[in-house]
């Protein structure tokens, strides 16, 4: 119940291609979506975050889209660059004590030139 | 102007030797955290401080024991090392309070432990 299941776990696209990460949850009562971006050596940084009462978030060049129902939301990268390539992580959260995120398992992207 | 600073960056010891990390943030957060990272990379919550008081503690062996000293400062002592305790450790923070969409959580740039 408290697992968020993220896929593919790895991921090779071109340069302007757009890589999509994918995850699923159970827990109804996880009200905060969270993706973060991390580079090799370096932490964990927010990239883009979602609530359940909209269905897409538009940041750049990154995307949320969420659907409540079937308990699934996913990121979208447009026009993907080399600088991209990174290890991406969905998570989620359950009230006001946003820090207690339940991370997914992470997908490592690469974006080649 | 790092905003989450942790030491060390690398931390090589035997096992049964007992070691700290420190971190420090100057964000002004109320609530720290230790997340540990494995090496499939998955991410876990391991404690959470707010105001020097724990909030949140994972299923961790005693061996791992927070300290807080002030509310910009968590460090964590780990003894009598195991091998299965290499990782990359990560602190964090954020506000506790207010909406989750506005109080995002900030991570230092890890701590990665080694135990030979």
């Known amino acids: 119940q408290q697992q968020v299941k993220q896929s593919p776990q790895s991921l090779i696209v071109q340069k302007g291609g757009i890589p999509i990460i994918n995850c699923a949850y159970e827990?109804?009562?996880?009200?905060?979506f969270p993706w973060y971006q991390q580079f090799p050596g370096k932490g964990p940084a927010l990239l883009i975050a979602i609530r359940p009462d909209v269905s897409e978030k538009k940041e750049g060049r990154f995307t949320i889209s969420f659907n409540k129902s079937a308990k699934q939301f996913s990121l979208h990268i447009m026009d993907s660059q080399p600088g991209d390539s990174a290890t991406y992580f969905c998570?989620?959260?359950?009230?006001?004590?946003?820090?207690?995120?339940?991370f997914g398992q992470g997908t490592t992207l690469q974006v080649k030139p | 102007d790092t905003a989450v600073s942790q030491t060390p960056k690398y931390l090589v010891t035997q096992m049964g030797n007992d070691k700290s990390i420190k971190c420090e943030q100057n964000?002004?957060?109320?609530?720290m955290y230790w997340y540990k990272q494995d090496s499939k990379k998955f991410l876990k919550i391991m404690f959470s401080?707010?105001?020097?008081?724990?909030?949140i503690n994972e299923t961790v062996p005693n061996r791992f024991s927070p300290k807080s000293p002030d509310k910009a400062h968590l460090n964590l002592h780990i003894n009598s090392l195991e091998l299965g305790d290499s990782a990359v450790y990560f602190c964090?923070?954020?506000?506790?309070?207010?909406?989750?969409?506005?109080?995002?959580?900030?991570f230092g740039n890890g701590t990665r432990l080694t135990v030979t």
């Open positions: 998570a989620a959260s359950i009230g006001r004590n946003t820090g207690k995120l339940i």
């Open positions: 964090a923070s954020s506000h506790r309070e207010g909406s989750s969409y506005n109080s995002p959580l900030h």
């Open positions: 401080y707010n105001n020097k008081e724990l909030i």
């Open positions: 964000l002004g957060h109320d609530t």
């Open positions: 827990n109804t009562a996880f009200d905060y």
